[in-house]
Every structure is written in structure tokens, then in C-alpha cells.
């Protein structure tokens, strides 16, 4: 009864965000405990109370393009879209561009990639975080980044990473910096 209920789940999520769910299917099919396990990862992987929405996607973002060929960022880019995040906030994100996101996206964003490049100043820009929106704030922002990273390193680890994809926004192409280092602020 739970395999048909996700299958559904499973289904419906790949109908509603064109996204290969396939390694899921796979999990859910030769091993239905991890599958289950590692469904509970999806509430973390949405906890937000204290961080504004373009903060915490950029975070998200950032994760996705640490670990991600495209597949996994353009979920996290549609995502935003539909929690109504601007377009013009997501693509400053996908090109690294601070100067172009609002300071909230910006502090998310700088944060973000200090953890995952393990900048020297990641302590400062923690403290910026904690300055502005508490220690839950920086939790919620590692929550974020981190979490959002093991999907796609999960989908590489079964094999199912096999194409790149350009990453759109609302149907227009847009550059993805790969280096993802931050434009002065």
C-alpha cells in the first residue's frame, strides 16, 4: 500500500516538474526501507520559518549548482519560480551576480558558496547570517544548502546523472556560472 501510495507521489512529482525521478523509482523498488528513510529528508529539505524566499533559494541554488549537471539546479529553479521567488533574483544566483540580487539573496547566496568553496571568511558571512536573522537563520541557510546537495549526489551515486541540461527560466535559456564566485557586492 505505501509502495503505490509514493509510486503516485513519485509520479505526480515528475509530472508536475518534468524531473527524472527514476533513481527514486529504483530506490523505492529494490529497497523500499531506504526509499522510506530517505523520504524524510524531504520535510528538512523544506524547513524555512525565519529566512526570507530569495535567501533560502539561493542557498538552494547554489547547492544544486555545486553538485548538479542541470537536471536537479532547474528543480530548484522551478521551485522558486512557483513560490514566486523573481526571475531576475534566480538567474542573479545562476550567474553569481550579488550586485543584482537583493541584499537577502545576497547574504544567502555569499553564504552559501563561502561553505561550499570553505572560504576563509565563511565565519564572517555566518555571523552576518546570525546577525540578521538569528541562529535559526543559519541553520535554516545550511539546511538549505546542504540538504539540497544530497539529491543530486544520490542520483550520481545510482548512476542516473547521464545528460547535462541547460537551465531556463520560463522557457529562456540563461548562463550558469560554474565557478560560482560571487560578484562584488
Known amino acids: 500500500m505505501f509502495k503505490a501510495l509514493a509510486r503516485r507521489m513519485l509520479r505526480a512529482y515528475r509530472t508536475r516538474y518534468g524531473y527524472d525521478t527514476s533513481y527514486l523509482d529504483l530506490m523505492l523498488q529494490e529497497t523500499p526501507s531506504a526509499f522510506f528513510k530517505f523520504a524524510l529528508i524531504m520535510g528538512v529539505a523544506q524547513h524555512r520559518k525565519v529566512v526570507p524566499l ?9 547547492g544544486a549548482m555545486a553538485e548538479d549537471c542541470g537536471p536537479c539546479t532547474q528543480l530548484v529553479v522551478d521551485m522558486a519560480r512557483e513560490a514566486k521567488v523573481p ?31 570553505r572560504n576563509l571568511d565563511e565565519d564572517e558571512i555566518r555571523n552576518a547570517v546570525r546577525a540578521h536573522w538569528g541562529e535559526a537563520g543559519v541553520i535554516e541557510l545550511t539546511l538549505a544548502l546542504q540538504i539540497g546537495r544530497i539529491f543530486p549526489m544520490v ?31
Open 87 to 117: 526571475d531576475a533574483q534566480i538567474e542573479a544566483v545562476l550567474a553569481g551576480n550579488c550586485v543584482a540580487m537583493t541584499a537577502e539573496a545576497a547574504l544567502g547566496y555569499r553564504f552559501a558558496h563561502a561553505i561550499v568553496a
Open 54 to 62: 530569495d535567501a533560502y533559494f539561493a542557498a538552494k541554488l547554489v
Open 155 to 185: 542520483k550520481t551515486g545510482l548512476g542516473h546523472t547521464v545528460a547535462c541540461r541547460r537551465i531556463n527560466i520560463a522557457g529562456r535559456p540563461v548562463d550558469v556560472a560554474r565557478t560560482a564566485v560571487p560578484h562584488a557586492a
